[in-house]
């Protein structure tokens, strides 16, 4: 196991850095990182947090998500902005274009494809490709067991001809 490089912790959710591409699997860095106690976290897991009534502003705060743009017609995230995570414990969405979710304070880049929300966008998942960057991982770095997969929601909806399958 790699020496443990959290960048940011709350609750059972921890901010690693990686230099992995899209086609890398993240769920195994996360374990490489932080030990066998740990898994990579699930939109689902964010969701079932503030549902649970959660505070997203401490969650926010705490794990130091910055706004993902100067302003919202910009046409660039800016970098290292985003938090790597899967969605009903899928990495991706389309081909190689990995889960990940940004901050968007209710008003999303209009360019971004959001596959769903919290808050009325103030977290959105979205998924594209890239290397390196932050994941977000969820458990006990001290456990010996990884924590359960969190329950799976409806499916991200794909379009229509896009030759996976659907």
């Keep these: 196991m790699k020496e443990k490089q959290i960048v940011a912790s709350y609750q059972q959710f921890h901010v690693i850095a990686h230099d992995l591409d899209e086609t890398d699997n993240l769920k195994v860095e996360c374990k490489d990182q932080l030990g066998e106690g740990v898994r990579l976290a699930d939109w689902n897991d964010i969701a079932a947090y503030v549902k649970t009534g959660g505070s997203l502003e401490d969650f926010i705060d705490a794990l130091k998500i910055p706004l993902e743009y100067v302003t919202p017609e910009d046409l660039e995230p800016i970098p290292n902005t985003s938090y790597r995570i899967s969605m009903n414990n ?25 596959h769903n929300h919290i ?48």
């Design 90 to 114: 899928e990495l991706h969405w389309i081909g190689d274009r990995h889960y990940f979710f940004a901050r968007h304070d209710h008003t999303k880049r209009g360019d971004f494809l959001a």
């Design 119 to 166: 808050d009325n966008y103030r977290l959105s998942l979205g998924s594209w490709f890239g290397k390196g960057g932050y994941a977000l991982c969820y458990g006990d770095p001290n456990a010996t067991v990884s924590p359960p997969e969190p329950e799976i929601t409806e499916p991200v909806p794909r379009p229509r001809g896009c030759g996976c399958g659907c």
